[in-house]
């Protein structure tokens, strides 16, 4: 066995707990190279009478590694623990101190988890957990009130320009609500809504005062009161990284320069504050000057953003915070925020944008979740073309849930398309099929389903600002068969638990084609999701033993023989079936 291979860290990801009784191990070996893998445990007070050996899965796999997991209940709370692995004849210790060829004398020298503390647990809202999300950019949602329509709004439906405004408004948004119910979705994003000059809002320029053009605090209220009666929770857009350059504050810095008492909420780097030749001499949002960088470790825009943050759970009972360029932003501010808010209602529920690894802010002191666009690119690639090897594509699955422990993967954001890159339809080249198939992949795996408007109804888009298209309402021309496809996929997610906070593994991925077969397993159910990703019929087999498997659509019985499960599958298809344990 390869001992540089061998690996395991006390940290987040690779040693957590689960919750106040459970508590997860990982370990992580070369491809294909150990036969089995043992957690050896045990309470170092005691070993010799509570000492436990705990058979270890593979769970998932990459190129180069395997990864196995241990769930463990310790008697105690507390435990130490190395592992023990085994290829033929040959066996391998893993302790805090090293790799070893003879078991070490326990418990010095162990990997040890002195207590499992509540208070320290990384837990997302339930209700998060659970929802089905639904994006919304106001201006392209609809327009429910002409009276607040901004000079020159282009014809509703016409191809965008970045700079376009199609006066979409809340009370558009509350005029169709039964749109969203009758879709199934349980939560609402809304990108920005408060004072802004452009269309999109990211360009605050009154963070206490809902932009005109789209109603006011009271019309908010009201949608929110509305969306709570009808079950949908919502959550707003905050972006605390940057401005409008119309921000009062930054007008006092342009207008009073080294004298502004509002100077250090800025990072300046000289005067007068300037664009010269298309250069900023302060920090902007990407080289943006009409966006300059807020100075969030200064005392007094923390406190003001914080006093945004509450204001708009205090006064509108908003859901959640959704937060803008999150990753740019110092995370003693985060900190800080998480508290604001969550004393103010416990159950907000903080989603920042971050396009990487989010490790480092989903440590249960900061976000609950990321924008989950790594997930996104990987299925949208796969299910874009069928030369695809869905080997690789369970690869890469498995290396991104291999990023977090298991109750983060459960609140991830997951999405298919968003504002920020061009919509499914087109990326999955306005193949219908391939979209259903990356729509089932999203609705049956780890993570929080997000629908960007119009998604379910047909609307393709290229780059920003195609993707940013009015919403079609002449139901002529929405396609209602596609409609119907998303709320069947979203009534089966909700209404089995299996889907939303099951295991997750990959059972078969083929090394040639685009096949693939995964499992989504708890205490209760047991689901198989079958996926044909080629433009031939196939027949996927896999060993089943139980015989009462039913198609979770259609209710049909399936039926194993000689402990085998064989699903025919046309072109472009799939099958989810399911038993009850």
Same mark, same amino acid.
């Given at each position: ?43 170092? =007070?005691? !070993? ?14 990459? $190129?180069?590694?395997?990864? !196995? ?7 105690? *709370? ?38 499992? *503390? ?6 997302? $809202? ?52 039964? *749109? ?17 000059? /452009? ?7 009154? =963070?206490? #005062? ?40 930054? #007008? ?12 250090? !909420? ?6 007068? +504050? ?46 959640? @915070? ?31 944008? +971050? @396009? ?42 498995? /290396?991104?849930?291999?990023?977090? $422990?298991? #109750? ?64 079609? !309402? ?33 059972? *078969? ?13 708890? &205490? ?16 996927? &087999? ?6 009462? @498997? ?20 046309? $072109? ?10």
């Amino acid at each position: 066995m390869f001992k540089e291979c061998l690996y395991h860290s006390p940290d987040l990801k690779w040693a957590y707990a689960y919750d106040c009784d459970t508590f997860h191990l990982r370990l992580r070996t070369k491809r294909d190279d150990v036969e089995e893998a043992v957690a050896v445990t045990g309470d170092k =007070y005691d !070993w010799d009478n509570h000492a436990l050996d705990i058979q270890m899965e593979k769970i998932a796999a990459d $190129p180069l590694f395997d990864y !196995w997991e241990a769930v463990i209940k310790p008697e105690f *709370h507390r435990f130490s623990y190395g592992f023990r692995v085994r290829s033929g004849d040959e066996m391998l210790w893993l302790i805090e101190t090293g790799v070893f060829e003879e078991m070490p004398t326990p418990a010095g020298g162990y990997f040890e988890v002195p207590f499992i *503390h509540a208070i320290d647990l990384f837990e997302a $809202p339930k209700w998060a957990k659970s929802a089905v999300f639904y994006q919304i950019m106001p201006d392209r949602f609809a327009n429910g009130d002409s009276s607040n329509d901004p000079e020159g709004i282009r014809p509703w439906g016409e191809a965008p320009g970045g700079e376009d405004h199609f006066g979409g408004d809340l009370q558009g948004i509350l005029d169709h609500l039964s *749109h969203l119910t009758d879709l199934g979705v349980t939560a609402i994003y809304l990108t920005p809504l408060f004072t802004a000059p /452009s269309n999109h809002k990211y360009d605050t320029v009154d =963070y206490k #005062q809902i932009d005109p053009q789209f109603g006011d605090a009271a019309l908010l209220k009201q949608l929110v009161k509305a969306c709570h009666e009808l079950g949908i929770r919502v959550v707003l857009d905050a972006v605390f990284n940057h401005t409008s350059e119309q921000f009062p504050p930054f #007008q006092d810095v342009l207008k009073h320069g080294e004298s502004s008492k509002y100077k250090d !909420w800025f990072h300046l780097n000289g005067f007068p +504050v300037e664009v010269k030749d298309g250069s900023a001499n302060y920090a902007t949002f990407g080289f943006y000057g009409n966006m300059p960088k807020l100075n969030t470790a200064n005392p007094e825009v923390k406190q003001y953003l914080l006093e945004v943050a509450v204001h708009w759970i205090r006064e509108a009972d908003i859901d959640g @915070w959704r937060l803008d360029v999150a990753n740019e932003i110092d995370h003693a501010f985060w900190h800080d925020f998480r508290t604001a808010v969550k004393t103010e209602k416990a159950d907000v529920f903080i989603i920042g944008e +971050v @396009w990487g690894n989010a490790l480092n802010w989903l440590h249960g002191d900061e976000f609950d979740s990321s924008m989950n666009y790594p997930f996104t690119n990987k299925v949208t690639e796969f299910f874009a073309a069928s030369d695809y090897a869905a080997s690789d594509f369970a690869d890469q699955i498995n /290396s991104l849930l291999m990023r977090y $422990p298991q #109750q983060t993967n459960e609140a991830l954001f997951n999405l298919l398309s968003s504002h920020d890159i061009p919509r499914a339809a087109t990326r999955l080249g306005g193949n219908k099929d391939r979209l259903k198939l990356a729509v089932v992949f999203m609705m049956a795996s780890m993570g929080i389903p997000c629908i960007y408007y119009g998604d379910e109804i047909g609307l393709d888009g290229g780059d920003d600002p195609d993707c940013r298209k009015c919403m079609e !309402w002449d139901t002529d021309k929405q396609d209602r068969e596609l409609f119907d496809f998303y709320q069947l996929l979203i009534a089966l997610r909700k209404e089995h638990a299996a889907l939303r906070d099951g295991r997750f593994r990959f059972l *078969h991925a083929d090394n040639a084609n685009g096949t693939l077969l995964f499992e989504r397993l708890n &205490s209760q159910q047991h689901f198989t999701i079958w996926i044909n990703n080629t433009e031939e019929s196939v027949t996927l &087999s896999h060993p089943m033993k139980a015989d009462d @498997w039913h198609d979770a659509l259609t209710g049909d019985k399936v039926v194993t023989a000689e402990d085998k499960l064989e699903i025919e599958l046309p $072109p472009l298809d799939f099958r989810i079936i399911y038993r009850n344990i």
